[in-house]
């Protein structure tokens, strides 16, 4: 019985890991233009960077679909990898996908930040709350979003909307898994990023 017992024990440390790494789910496929270094590098590197924003982007595209990247660059934002959903199947000749958003590639972050409105605010915010602001204006700019002020003058205080298009729709006419157009634009939405205590003027 003693080795019964063994040769039991033995056998479940060798089958047991064996099973968990068939259960594994299998790795995220991503298609789309990413120039030279490729979509499948260019995502492990943002994963590196930024692990919370690519995590929900994953969590919004689970499998079958297909997370799509494509990397742009202009003056104004700099290098920036916009992430689409597009569906496991085509619709006759064209896939659908949903907008996730977008990070900038590494280095580009300072031209990434949404920048604040003029107001008598701005210089106050950005000095006492400086580090709550950045991660604001990176969320805000993630979102491809834009900021407005919306004062509290009986508290003493500003909070900082961040409006945004949400639920706009891809489609992709070609087959490479990059945005071609839209088939809905989606609707303006905002959410609030930030509650600030400010000197009474």
């Known amino acids: 019985m003693r080795k019964l017992a063994v040769l039991c024990i033995l056998f479940l440390g060798v089958m047991l890991p064996s099973e968990a790494q068939s259960k594994k789910p299998k790795a995220q496929v991503v298609r789309g ?5 490729g979509c499948s590098e260019v995502l492990k590197t ?3 960077t930024y692990p919370t924003y690519v995590q929900d982007f994953e969590k919004q595209c689970p ?7 494509q990397v742009i660059a202009d003056e104004t934002r700099g290098q920036r990898a916009l992430f689409n959903c597009w569906e496991a199947k085509k619709q006759k000749r064209t896939r659908y996908g949903d907008y996730l958003g977008s990070l900038p590639m590494p280095g580009n972050e300072p031209k990434f930040l949404i920048p604040l409105p003029k107001s008598a605010y701005t210089q106050e915010l950005q000095s006492r709350y400086s580090g709550e602001i950045k991660q604001a204006q990176f969320k805000c700019g993630t979102k491809s979003g834009d900021f407005n002020f919306i004062e509290d003058k009986k508290n003493n205080s500003v909070q900082l909307q961040c409006y945004f298009t949400a639920g706009v729709v891809s489609l992709d006419e070609n087959g490479d898994f990059v945005s ?5 634009k989606g609707a303006f939405v905002d959410e609030i990023l930030g509650t600030f205590l400010v000197k009474t003027n």
């Open 63 to 69: 499998r079958p679909k297909n997370l799509g990247l």
């Open 46 to 48: 943002l994963r590196k």
């Open 180 to 184: 071609d157009g839209e088939a809905s």
């Open 33 to 37: 233009n990413c120039g030279k270094r």
